[in-house]
């Protein structure tokens, strides 16, 4: 250990600069290409990162015995010189304990993020635009991807999983704009719709929704009384049903697809119960989904409950059959997310024979 310590070129790794130009150079790079550069500059940065993380650790471990240099800069004795004598006779010294690999590759993550944000120009959209997250942005773009589009002026919405709200901000936009916008009313207005959240997080109020808070989803039987509920206080047809049935959520994600995988498919197959409960014949559906085979099998049990067609001017049955359900993945989502949307129209009862 002792020659180790001893040996030449050390000390300009001690050097305090050095760790300051690494990481600016590194902020600058994820700053400039992470959120354009595609999955390869994106994992190459977190190996840097990695690797960056790892060399500070690695010299604030040998500080103990060797200290951080301040100043001066680095000159031709210092790449040469043995770090012991070149430390203690020549520099000035700061004796610091190590720093904990942890929290530095926390503060790293953390970085990446705010740095991801700042440079998404969904966020400063939402900004803008009064938006509670970028993810309206996906919903504005599937309503826009669809023929005929997803909502229509007086139509009766629920979200599910709707905190923190953008979603139920869009619907409402589109289905009640009178309710979000009071200035506009009219006596030539048209009939306003309804739109009704459900999460089990608490989330603001917002002009023209109806919440249910600290609501289960999973618990289908009891998501329908609500839904019904709803209808009949806020309706002019206390019996009407649902035409638009939204999900945008998504469980704490663990990192381990055996247990993240089941968790989304008993979210996603407790909104398509919730969705037969109580939507009207002709009804969408959205519903966010992970990559993966499980999606295809609900795919198929949700197409046959929706059989279109995808384009209402189709006259053709069997086109109509097989488009009625479609996965979308729309631009605002990001490129390394692995979230899907099945939209599926056409809400019909399958009939049932006997004998």
């Given at each position: 250990m002792?020659?180790?310590?001893?040996?030449?070129?050390?000390?300009?790794?001690?050097?305090?600069?050095?760790?300051?130009i690494f990481l600016s150079l590194l902020l600058f790079l994820s700053l400039c290409l992470s959120p354009s550069g595609g999955w390869f500059v994106s994992h190459v940065l977190s190996f840097?990162?990695?690797?960056?993380v790892a060399f500070v650790s690695h010299v604030m471990r040998d500080a103990r015995h060797r200290g951080l240099w301040i100043w001066p800069p680095p000159n031709r004795h210092t790449w040469t010189t043995h770090a012991s004598s070149q430390l203690n006779a020549h520099l000035q010294i700061w004796q610091t304990s190590p720093l904990p690999l942890l929290p530095v590759y926390l503060l790293s993550i953390f970085m990446r993020w705010l740095m991801r944000q700042r440079c998404d120009p969904y966020v400063r959209r939402a900004r803008i635009e009064s938006y509670r997250c970028r993810s309206a942005f996906k919903l504005l773009q599937l309503h826009e991807l669809i023929p005929q589009g997803l909502f229509h002026s007086g139509d009766i919405v629920v979200d599910c999983g709707a905190a923190p709200g953008s979603w139920s901000q869009v619907a409402v936009s589109h289905v009640c704009p009178l309710k979000s916008q009071p200035s506009m009313v009219s006596s030539m207005s048209p009939k306003p719709g309804l739109v009704i959240a459900l999460d089990l997080l608490d989330f603001a109020p917002i002009p023209g929704v109806i919440r249910h808070q600290r609501?289960?989803?999973?618990?289908?039987?009891?998501c329908a009384r609500l839904v019904e509920q709803s209808i009949a206080e806020h309706s002019d047809n206390p019996t009407a049903k649902v035409?638009?049935?939204?999900?945008?959520?998504a469980p704490n994600a663990s990192g381990l697809r055996k247990l993240d995988i089941p968790s989304?498919?008993?979210?996603?197959?407790s909104v398509l119960q919730l969705a037969i409960r109580v939507s009207a014949p002709g009804a969408c559906l959205v519903v966010k989904?992970?990559?993966?085979q499980e999606a295809e099998s609900f795919k198929k049990l949700v197409s046959r409950f929706y059989v279109g067609p995808w384009?209402?001017?189709?006259?053709?049955?069997?086109?109509g059959s097989s488009s009625s359900v479609q996965f979308v993945k729309p631009?605002?989502?990001r490129k390394d997310s692995s979230e899907i949307y099945l939209v599926a129209r056409g809400f019909c009862l399958p009939i049932l024979t006997v004998g």
């Open positions: 002792n020659s180790a310590r001893s040996l030449p070129g050390r000390p300009f790794l001690h050097w305090i600069g050095l760790h300051v840097a990162w990695l690797i960056l609501t289960d989803l999973r618990d289908s039987s009891n035409n638009v049935m939204l999900s945008d959520m989304m498919m008993i979210l996603a197959h989904l992970w990559e993966c384009d209402l001017k189709s006259t053709n049955e069997k086109e631009n605002a989502s």
